[in-house]
């Protein structure tokens, strides 16, 4: 089978000369002694039992893939010893992934051939096909009957990609207890930060204010006043919601906490410094979920923490199902969206073609929440 691939090589000298450039120019190095390749080559597939053959349909670049590409961690990070990935020599990414089925295993149960499908990206421990070696960003893979879902081909293929991200979404508000008149700030409006105010507002109405920061004119465009009740743009985070929230501020030089603040907050942004912010415009006793990824070290003011009694969450990946829906996490979202209790249309996808793959790490996202790469 011809076999098209986006490859990661984890060789010492790229890896080396890819740091350097990302720290230098922040951003993706696709130029000199790249880690990133186009790789076109023949692989004879051994299907196993449980294995499903699949063809990818498209999938997404996302925040995981971008900080792997370009280094974005610190060298006093634990994050490198915590995976066994970077023992690999070749890595082949993507996980936001749309398919079609092409062939299944003698005990394949749930599948059959052309079956639409989506990845179950969390790593939860279960054997897995031993041909399971490439990701979405590879036109054919292997995955376990246990870790694909099928959908429904109603759903729209662009609105296929945004069910793991929302399955995020999902899971950082499981994290905590949302309440009737609760103040809640959501800091980043890209796709795990939109998705949790759609999943809000779906779930709670009118019933809790939501306010959401972000520095993106392209992210701005896909938010509105029926989603939202507060937008801060481009503006100090502090000083608006002294305003929003109608308080007080206390402050010595640059030292300054907020008086009252918000009751839940969720860190989409994965800024290291908006860290400490958020801990000074939080209430007392409030809920904070980290679920932008950030692998940075970072100085740390805890006095906000133990003095206001702060609950701070960490957030990654998603269940696959949650005690108090009666769907799966991935159907239950996927309901969402047939049911138009979500409407995604304003979140627009950009589709690269694979002989065009380099546009996928170009920061060029004007007018997209999120890229993704094809194949014809």
């Known amino acids: 089978m011809k076999i098209q691939s986006i490859v990661f090589d984890n060789s010492y000298i790229r890896s080396f000369t890819s740091l350097v450039y990302a720290r230098i120019f922040n951003k993706v190095n696709l130029y000199f002694f790249s880690n990133l390749k186009k790789k076109e080559f023949d692989y004879n597939f051994k299907l196993g039992p449980t294995g499903v053959l699949i063809k990818t349909i498209q999938c997404g670049y996302c ?51 052309n079956d639409k499908i989506i990845v179950d990206s969390v790593n939860r421990g279960e054997k897995i096909d031993n041909e399971d070696i490439f990701g979405g960003f590879t036109n054919f893979f292997i995955k376990d009957q246990k870790k694909i879902k099928k959908i429904n081909n109603k759903i729209s293929d662009n609105e296929a990609i945004l069910i793991e991200p929302l399955a995020c979404g999902l899971e950082a508000i499981k994290k905590i207890n949302i309440k009737k008149n609760d103040k809640i700030l959501i800091v980043g409006a890209g796709i795990i930060g939109v998705g949790i105010a759609h999943l809000l507002r779906c779930f709670y109405k009118k019933s809790i204010n939501i306010t959401i920061a972000t520095n993106s004119l392209t992210h701005k465009k896909m938010l509105n006043f029926k989603l939202v009740d507060n937008i801060i743009f481009r503006k100090d985070l502090f000083k608006e919601s002294k305003k929003i929230l109608k308080t007080q501020s206390f402050s010595f030089m640059n030292n300054k906490i907020l008086a009252d603040g918000y009751d839940k907050i969720f860190e989409c942004s994965g800024n290291a410094k908006i860290i400490n912010k958020v801990l000074r415009i939080s209430k007392k006793s409030a809920d904070i979920v980290l679920t932008g990824m950030t692998m940075q070290n970072t100085e740390l003011d805890p006095s906000p923490i133990w003095h206001r009694n702060l609950n701070i969450y960490g957030s990654h990946g998603y269940k696959l199902k949650y005690p108090s829906l009666k769907l799966d996490t991935f159907d239950y979202i996927a309901e969402l969206i047939l049911k138009k209790k979500i409407d995604l249309k304003k979140l627009k996808i950009k589709k690269i073609n694979f002989q065009n793959w380099k546009k996928l790490f170009k920061e060029d996202n004007k007018e997209f929440i999120k890229k993704v790469l094809i194949f014809k």
């Open 63 to 113: 925040g995981t893939d971008k900080n792997i590409v370009t280094f974005d961690f610190s060298f006093g990070s634990s994050v490198l010893l915590d995976t066994n990935k970077h023992k690999n020599k070749l890595i082949y990414l993507g996980h936001e992934v749309v398919g079609r089925v092409v062939k299944v295993g003698d005990k394949v149960t749930n599948f059959k051939n």
